[in-house]
């Protein structure tokens, strides 16, 4: 008995020194008064104590050193570009469960631009946006943001529209598998864009726009205000991808455009650039259109006496409900015919991507000096889909160095 009390009492000695040895060794390595406060969120900068502002980013050497977690934290002071503001905005059409795909998007103009700018952001929609979509588009965004309701009379069916024909239209299509060719949201979502957008009571409050769509991204750092390079340039349409429209969804498409130049001749400006759309001066279209899922243009322009007509001409002719008119080519005729060629800006330096197709600058120069990440390899301008280097060639604008290459 004696024998077990003595090693049940070695057991206790052994088990203490044990937990003393444990406490001197943690607590000798490092004082804790060295630990950064933190407070609150674990997402935080650790501050400061004595004037309460984020840690400094620290160099590579001290990374090294001190084998910690870089704390560069997210509270880094604002980027932002010296200079007046323009009176734009960045404008998305969006339903509220489009918010993630959204939030990607913006997080790319961000990044690549609008943290040194700060420019607004309108986001319009047939239905409402929830707390949440206004939430974290608020968190995102730099500018100040805006949230539209489309008055229903600007997406639905115009009372001159035979609704049976356009059904019977949409059963058609989908038979032929055209891409969107049954849906009717998409259909309203393309006349909205074409002919209502710039004049919701939230967008009269802007000159100029960005319109930014959801999954959208930018490859290289734009460091300049392109808002105010329209204006000091006198552009007021411009474009990063262009390509030739599906034949289907527009067969009568030009035979309305000409009905429109007929009655409004004043409306098409001399130098403009029919040569771009047409091949045969005006007889038939040849289908090139500018991408409109980016664009950044003048609102004041698209207000004009000249686009309305051509807008109210157009709907009256029915295609966005019996054939399936896109904004692309609606907008991309009227660039080209009420515009002056000078007027229409091509941006090789902002290198883009929306679902299938993506611009990256020509010119490895360019991207490497900002810090684009897009491959080359990947570039559609010169491919034979594609309408820019017809663009280059009716301008009498020489391509971009290296553009060979990339063919
Ligand atoms: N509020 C609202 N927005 C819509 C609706 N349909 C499309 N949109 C928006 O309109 C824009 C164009 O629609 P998309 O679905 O991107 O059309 P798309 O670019 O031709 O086709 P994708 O290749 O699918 O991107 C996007 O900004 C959409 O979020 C709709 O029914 N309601
Ligand atoms: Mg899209």
């Known amino acids: 008995m004696a024998g077990q009390q003595r090693y049940l009492r070695y057991i206790v000695f052994a088990l203490i020194a044990i937990i003393l040895l444990f406490f001197i060794s943690s607590s000798s390595s490092v004082p804790s008064a060295q630990w950064p406060t933190y407070k609150g969120d674990q997402s935080q900068t650790a501050a400061d104590p ?47 469960s489009d918010i993630w795909e959204i939030a990607e998007s913006i997080r790319h103009i961000e990044d690549r631009f609008n943290r040194k700018f700060n420019y607004d952001w309108v986001f319009l929609n047939d239905g409402d946006f929830g707390e949440e979509f206004i939430k974290v588009t608020t ?192 907008h991309s005729i009227a660039a080209a015919l009420m515009l002056k060629k000078e007027e229409i800006h091509f941006f090789n330096d902002i290198a883009y991507y929306h679902v299938p197709f993506t611009h990256c600058p020509t010119g490895e120069e360019y991207r490497l000096s900002h810090k684009c990440s897009c491959n080359p390899k990947d570039n559609f301008d010169w491919n034979g889909y594609s309408c820019t280097a017809r663009f280059f060639e009716v301008n009498g604008m020489e391509k971009p160095a290296g553009y060979e290459k990339e063919q």
Not at 200 to 228: A, G
């Open 50 to 96: 004595s004037t309460n502002k984020p840690a400094a980013p620290q160099t590579g050497a001290e990374k090294e050193s001190t084998a910690t977690t870089p704390n560069t934290g997210n509270q880094l002071p604002p980027a932002t570009a010296g200079g007046e503001r323009m009176n734009a905005t960045f404008v998305t059409l969006a339903r509220d």
């Open 139 to 330: 968190a995102l965004v730099s500018g100040k943001t805006k949230y539209g309701k489309i008055p229903k009379e600007h997406w639905s069916f115009p009372d001159f529209i035979d609704q049976d024909r356009a059904a019977k239209v949409r059963e058609e299509m989908k038979e032929k598998k055209i891409i969107y060719g049954d849906s009717v949201s998409y259909r309203h979502m393309c006349r909205y864009e074409s002919g209502f957008f710039f004049r919701h009571p939230l967008m009269l409050d802007y000159e100029w726009y960005w319109r930014v769509e959801p999954s959208v991204k930018l490859f290289c750092d734009i460091e300049y205000d392109t808002f105010k390079f329209m204006a000091e340039n006198k552009k007021k349409y411009s474009f990063t991808l262009s390509l030739y429209e599906y034949v289907e969804t527009i067969p009568t498409l030009w035979d309305a455009v000409k009905n429109f130049t007929s009655v409004y001749p004043q409306h098409v400006v001399e130098g403009n650039s029919m040569k771009w759309i047409s091949e045969d001066d005006g007889k038939t279209y040849n289908h090139c259109h500018f991408w409109s899922n980016f664009e950044i243009g003048n609102l004041n322009w698209l207000r004009s006496d000249a686009y309305i007509d051509y807008f109210t001409s157009l709907d009256y002719a029915g295609g966005f409900f019996y054939e399936r008119w896109g904004d692309a080519p609606v």
